[in-house]
């Protein structure tokens, strides 16, 4: 084998790195060839210079320092991450709102809708009509009760009993009810007088003359 | 905590400078499953036995140490989010092809990062030379190895570096450097010839002075 052809290999027989029969060819040329059998030992013993004065770190304490500075700096910025992500969180929903409200504003300014508008007007008036009518209603209903108390009121200052007060309401109410049962009567009879439902020739029976009165 | 150092056997008897540190008995990947299930001591003792060689392996692929430092930090950083997501899969190979790995890429996005042309550093440069005229001799080698692994191509200053100190096999350096074992063994005798050619000459100029 020519020592050229055995180079790899003997860096490889240095390294442990043969195979069984490939380490029994490197060792059987090395017992015939010089050649080789320096060059292994110049490999060895450039190896063992190199390592024997390899510079190695006194304490490797500043490494496991600088390691757990770091690991605490990143835990601490991860725990304040959520945080910072709210906060961000709540800045981009404030945007969001701004620039809704703002597009909202714009449209509403730009391109307003005169039926919606006409709508929104009459929905408005209907609206206050009413309310000024319910305000009317309650206001009827608040002067009456305010009435009805002052009454009271003055009734009591003038020496009026609680009973008697009472007694004085139950025949108010009474003749309330008897009033508005009459009332009801007459437009009931005054509907029908209009209609025709009672004929005006016809006389009441009183009206007749008495049977051989004559005579 | 404190761990000392122990070197491998060599496999061929032919290489004493392989070694793996620490003296815990767990394995790599028992000490990662159990960092996984919330043992912080299991973390501490890989970065007993990795530290060194991170920084080292690092050192020699950015050739400037204090960035590698820097890289050596964010590789542990890195590990302990990949560990406990379970990006570790212990059937795609051994821990230390996947921990070189990942100091690599760390180390190649600092390099483009920088957009630093690498340099002959100063931090590969042996500490300063005192001592008897031999371990000065034995300095001046060393220094000599190191500046002629520094003009090394990356791959193949990586594969050296990760088997004359880590002593990963073939298989284990092609994982970590994402390249095949028949490439693997390319690079090392590759770094293994223009280290003994310098080597060489070195002899020979010590042999000439000597011999005036």
Same mark, same amino acid.
């Given at each position: 084998?020519?020592?050229?052809?055995? @180079? %790899?290999?003997?860096?490889?027989?240095?390294?442990?790195?043969?195979?069984?029969?490939?380490?029994?060819?490197?060792?059987?040329?090395?017992?015939?060839?010089?050649?080789?059998?320096?060059?292994?030992?110049?490999?060895?013993?450039?190896?063992?210079? !190199?390592?024997? #004065?390899?510079?190695?770190?006194?304490?490797?304490?500043?490494?496991?320092?600088?390691? #757990?500075?770091? %690991? !605490?700096?990143?835990?601490?910025?991860?725990?304040?991450?959520?945080?910072?992500?709210?906060?961000?969180?709540?800045?981009?929903?404030?945007?969001?709102?701004?620039?809704?409200?703002?597009?909202?504003?714009?449209?509403?300014?730009?391109?307003?809708?005169?039926?919606?508008?006409?709508?929104?007007? +009459?929905?408005?008036?209907?609206?206050?009509?009413?309310?000024?009518?319910?305000?009317?209603?309650?206001?009827?209903?608040?002067?009456?009760?305010?009435?009805?108390?002052?009454?009271?009121?003055?009734?009591?200052?003038?020496?009026?009993?609680? +009973?008697?007060?009472?007694?004085?309401?139950?025949?108010?109410?009474?003749?309330?009810?008897?009033?508005?049962?009459? #009332?009801?009567?007459?437009?009931?009879? @005054?509907?029908?007088?209009?209609?025709?439902?009672?004929?005006?020739?016809?006389?009441?029976?009183?009206?007749?003359?008495?049977?051989?009165?004559?005579? | 905590?404190?761990?000392?150092?122990?070197?491998?056997?060599?496999?061929?008897?032919?290489?004493?400078?392989?070694?793996?540190?620490?003296?815990?008995?767990?394995?790599?990947?028992?000490?990662?499953?159990?960092?996984?299930?919330?043992?912080?001591?299991? *973390?501490?003792?890989?970065?007993?036995?990795?530290?060194?060689?991170?920084?080292?392996?690092?050192?020699?692929?950015?050739?400037?140490?204090?960035?590698?430092?820097?890289?050596?930090?964010?590789?542990?950083?890195?590990?302990?989010?990949?560990?406990?997501?379970?990006?570790?899969?212990?059937?795609?190979?051994?821990?230390?092809?996947?921990? *070189?790995?990942?100091?690599?890429?760390?180390?190649?996005?600092?390099?483009?990062?920088?957009?630093?042309?690498?340099?002959?550093?100063?931090?590969?440069?042996?500490?300063?030379?005192?001592?008897?005229?031999?371990?000065? %001799? @034995?300095?001046?080698?060393?220094?000599?190895?190191?500046?002629?692994?520094?003009?090394?191509?990356?791959?193949?200053?990586?594969?050296?570096?990760?088997?004359?100190?880590?002593?990963?096999?073939?298989? +284990?350096?092609?994982?970590?450097?994402?390249?095949?074992?028949?490439?693997?063994?390319? !690079?090392?005798?590759?770094?293994?010839?223009?280290?003994?050619?310098?080597?060489?000459?070195?002899?020979?100029?010590?042999?000439?002075?000597?011999?005036?």
């Amino acid at each position: 084998m020519e020592c050229n052809d055995l @180079q %790899l290999l003997l860096s490889c027989y240095a390294d442990g790195e043969c195979t069984p029969e490939e380490a029994r060819r490197v060792r059987d040329h090395l017992e015939l060839c010089a050649s080789c059998r320096a060059t292994l030992e110049q490999w060895t013993a450039a190896s063992q210079a !190199w390592a024997a #004065e390899e510079p190695e770190p006194a304490s490797l304490r500043p490494l496991h320092a600088r390691i #757990e500075a770091e %690991l !605490w700096r990143q835990r601490a910025s991860a725990r304040s991450a959520p945080i910072r992500r709210a906060r961000r969180g709540v800045h981009a929903a404030w945007g969001l709102l701004a620039t809704a409200a703002a597009v909202v504003l714009a449209v509403g300014l730009l391109y307003p809708s005169a039926t919606a508008e006409q709508e929104a007007r +009459e929905i408005v008036q209907i609206d206050q009509g009413n309310r000024e009518e319910a305000m009317r209603q309650r206001s009827l209903l608040e002067r009456l009760r305010l009435e009805i108390a002052a009454t009271t009121l003055r009734a009591q200052a003038a020496g009026v009993s609680t +009973e008697r007060l009472a007694e004085l309401d139950r025949e108010a109410q009474s003749i309330l009810a008897e009033t508005q049962s009459l #009332e009801q009567r007459l437009y009931v009879l @005054q509907t029908r007088m209009a209609l025709g439902a009672l004929s005006p020739t016809s006389r009441p029976r009183g009206d007749r003359p008495a049977p051989g009165g004559g005579r | 905590m404190v761990v000392r150092l122990r070197f491998r056997q060599d496999r061929a008897g032919l290489k004493p400078a392989a070694r793996t540190p620490g003296t815990v008995s767990a394995t790599d990947e028992e000490l990662v499953e159990r960092y996984r299930l919330g043992d912080d001591d299991a *973390f501490e003792w890989l970065v007993e036995r990795y530290g060194a060689s991170a920084l080292r392996f690092a050192r020699y692929l950015v050739r400037d140490g204090h960035l590698a430092e820097e890289i050596a930090q964010d590789a542990f950083v890195k590990l302990v989010g990949v560990v406990r997501d379970g990006g570790f899969d212990p059937a795609r190979g051994r821990f230390a092809s996947f921990f *070189f790995r990942m100091v690599r890429h760390l180390s190649i996005d600092r390099m483009r990062a920088r957009s630093r042309a690498p340099q002959i550093a100063e931090d590969l440069d042996p500490q300063e030379s005192v001592g008897a005229p031999d371990l000065l %001799l @034995q300095k001046e080698r060393c220094a000599q190895v190191r500046e002629i692994v520094a003009t090394l191509p990356e791959r193949e200053r990586a594969a050296i570096v990760l088997r004359e100190f880590d002593g990963l096999s073939y298989k +284990e350096i092609a994982l970590a450097l994402d390249a095949n074992i028949e490439t693997v063994k390319t !690079w090392i005798f590759r770094a293994r010839r223009r280290i003994q050619g310098s080597w060489s000459e070195a002899h020979a100029e010590e042999s000439r002075t000597h011999g005036m």
